[in-house]
Structure formats: structure tokens, C-alpha cells
């Protein structure tokens, strides 16, 4: 069992260091789908803004998911039931069931619990307030001129409704360092950076709706997740049988725990492999694929409403050039609609449960990680005193090539591509419902 378990984690970790366990692994696996840190994935806007010749950008425009929060009630929940697994791995490896490594062990015995995982249920984490002043400083840091004095009627911050994203929303423009800058409150009625959250229609079709999550449910019967269940059972070595529910737990369990800034390992982690990882990832990805993404028809009709109040926004500033930054502040769930109206991460097959493609666009561990953020830049360009624009949109500070050519947006491209989304309308709501 122990040499099998070597072997086939040395196939894994091919270009990491020979050694099998988690402590010394060099480089462990960090794609924890939406929860994976913003740091493992994210580029660096002060080495990849466009500087494009005779151009000042003129106008920032941005959607930026809350950073990594404590989990829900539900989920936190679980996995507080779960530390009790911590025993029985313990002392299975004490009776010589277990093929984890002893520092691994000895980590993970030694490891103590950061109290507000279950007490500050969806609050923002140090590590997420660390992420959006980060971004906010790298912004003001590449756009200096730009950003630089912020006057009334120049910006607009807006978080969508959520303590946790409101709090993103000061980090972030903590990081600017601008004074006196003022923070919309979130509004109760729908508005453009969370339109679907006050929707009732999509409430109960989508949110409320179990067939939604059907591929995600029939993944847990195919062999690729069973195969990785019963590693992670004889791994551990526990009898104790761990159901979905218990596997769901630890791998939050290792997620939250793990610290992307600081690139702290977890113990807990050290009971999957990158193998593991990647099936448990999966399941997230159908999820949120059929949640929010093309696997559910409204999606992009909710995309439309963001990406209307952008092409408003550059409209106006070509015009009286007051607007300097329009940033809002809100859910995954709407970062994902807005791929689906601009055919980002698109597969030609939809997601399902029957096959995981390795290859598949649609990941939310770069799409829809803490932090993750779609920004558009608005250039005056100008040549023998004549004025031209461009748009430039960048996602987690690294320019998104496949929109237009080599990521630059002429005027006419911009507008031809965000014009067909005007008159969109989301009427079919029929009723206001709480934000759920
Ligand atoms: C494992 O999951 C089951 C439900 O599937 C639950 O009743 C049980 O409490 C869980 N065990 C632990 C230790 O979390
Ligand atoms: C064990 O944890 C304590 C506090 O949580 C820490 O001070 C100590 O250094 C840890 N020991 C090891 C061997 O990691
Ligand atoms: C949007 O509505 C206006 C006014 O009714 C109309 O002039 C325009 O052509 C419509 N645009 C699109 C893209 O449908």
C-alpha cells in the first residue's frame, strides 16, 4: 500500500520536488475553485498595462468579487463536525493503518483552529481584506495620473447587498490611498453589478431549483470521484466510513485553511492529492456552469446589465471626461454571467458528469477565485491633434487577449460588441425576492 501510494504520487507531482508528502511537497496543488486565493492565480497590473503610444487612459471600469470569506453557516456547519476526523486519522496512524507522513501528522496534531471559521460565517478573512488593498494599490500604482485626486462626481464605489462585500469595497479603496473618497451604500432594489440577486424568478428557478445541481450530484456516482473517495478513505486509513458529505467537509476544511498570501499549507490538505483535488474541484465547476454560467439560460441576460452600464459609463467620459473610476463590488455568480455574454470560457461541449475534460475552459479556480476581478480601460489616443479611444479589458490584472486583437479594442469594436446588449431587460423577474 505504502509503495503503490509513492508511486503514483511521484507521477503526480511531476515537476515538483520526488518527495510524497504535504509539508515538503515545494510546490502543492492550489486551485480550490472559488475558493482558491487570489494570489495563486492572479497577474500584476503594473507590469501588464497596455502602454500604447500617443494613448493616457482616461477611465477605469471594474466588477470586483468580495476576497475570501469565512464559509457560510451551512458549510461551516459540516466542517466543524468534521475536526472530529482529526482524531481518527491520528490514531489510525498510531495502529499503522495510514500511509500519511509523520510530520504530516504531526502538523495536523498540532494544528489549532482559527475560532471565526465558525463563528464569523461569511465575513471577510484578514486574507481577503490583504486582497483587495492589494489590488486597489497596484491600480493606483499603474494608473497614477489617473487615480491620483479623486474628486467628487470622478468615481463611483458601489458594493452589491453583503457585509463582506461592502468591507471589500473599503479594502480596496483603502489600497488607493485617496482621501475623502465616499462609498455608495448597497441598494436594496436590484442594480447593475447584482441584478439576479433581487430577481425572483431566478430565486426560485435557479437557486431554489435541485435540478440545477443534478450533474454536479451524478459526478459523485462516476469512478473518477469514487476512485478519489476511496483514496482519500485508505489514505487516512481510518474506519470511520466517509460519506460525500464528510469529503465536502474536509476539503473545506483544507480550502479555508490554507492561506494564499502567506502561502501557508494546511494539514488538512495533506489528505488529497492534487488527483483528489482536481475532482473535488469539478463538482464546482458544474456547479456553478449550470448555476450561472452556459448551463443556465438566463445567465447571459443577467451578463447584459453590467456590461451596459460600462458601455454608458465610456460613452458619457468620451464626452465630458469627469468619470476617472466606476468600480462595483459583488458575487462570483456575476463575474460568471458576464463571461457568458462575452463568450468567455466557452467550451464547445457543455460540462457533464460523465466525462471531466482536463482541457475544459470553463474553471472557476481562474474564472471565479476570491478577489477575481473584470476591468475595462479607456484610452485617448491622440495623432495630429485628432482624438481616437480604445478599450482595453483585463481580467485579474493580465490583458484578455481573445476579446479583440492582442487584447485592444478599437471604439467601433467596443461598441459593436456591447451596443446589442442596451435594451436588455430583466422583467422576466415578475417579482422581487430577499438576496438569498
Ligand atoms: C459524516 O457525514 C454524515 C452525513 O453523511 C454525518 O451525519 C456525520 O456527522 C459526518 N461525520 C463527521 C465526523 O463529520
Ligand atoms: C505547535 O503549536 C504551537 C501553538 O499552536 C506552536 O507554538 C508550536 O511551535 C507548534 N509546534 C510545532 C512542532 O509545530
Ligand atoms: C434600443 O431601443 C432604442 C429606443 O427604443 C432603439 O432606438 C435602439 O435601436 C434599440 N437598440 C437595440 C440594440 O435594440
Known sequence: MKIFFVITISLISNSCTASFCHWNSGCPYKYFASKSSYDSIRGDIRDSILKLKGCKAISVW?????????????????????LAIKNYIISSYEKGHSSLCAQDIEDLRNWSIDKKIFSDYNNLTPEGHEELLGIGKRFKEALPALLENLEKDSYTFRPAFGIWIEDSAKAFVKGL?????????????????????TCGKYQMDVLRNPNVFAEAAKYKANLDYLAAKDRIQRRSGIDYILTDTNITALYDLCRHTWSGVKNKLSPWCALFTKDDLQALEYIEDLKSYYKSGYGSPKSDVFGHIPLTDLLNNFRRTKDDGK?????????????????????????SKPLSSANRDRERKWRTSFMAPCAVNLVAVLNRC???????????????????????????????????KLSPFLNTTIDFCEFKSEPY
Open 62 to 82: 471594474g466588477l470586483f468579487r468580495h476576497g475570501k470569506s469565512y464559509p457560510s453557516m451551512n458549510f461551516g456547519r459540516e466542517m466543524e463536525d468534521a
Open 323 to 347: 468619470k476617472k473610476i466606476t468600480a462595483y463590488f459583488t458575487h462570483a455568480t456575476m463575474l460568471e454571467m458576464v463571461y457568458t455574454a462575452l463568450d468567455l470560457f466557452k467550451d
Open 382 to 416: 491622440v495623432d495630429n491633434e485628432v482624438s481616437d479611444y480604445n478599450v482595453v479589458f483585463y481580467l485579474n490584472e493580465e490583458p484578455i487577449r481573445s476579446i479583440c486583437a492582442d487584447g485592444i479594442c478599437t471604439w467601433k469594436e467596443f461598441e459593436d
Open 177 to 197: 490611498k485617496s482621501r475623502n473618497v465616499h462609498i455608495d451604500n448597497a441598494l436594496s432594489e436590484s442594480d447593475v453589478m447584482a441584478p439576479y440577486l
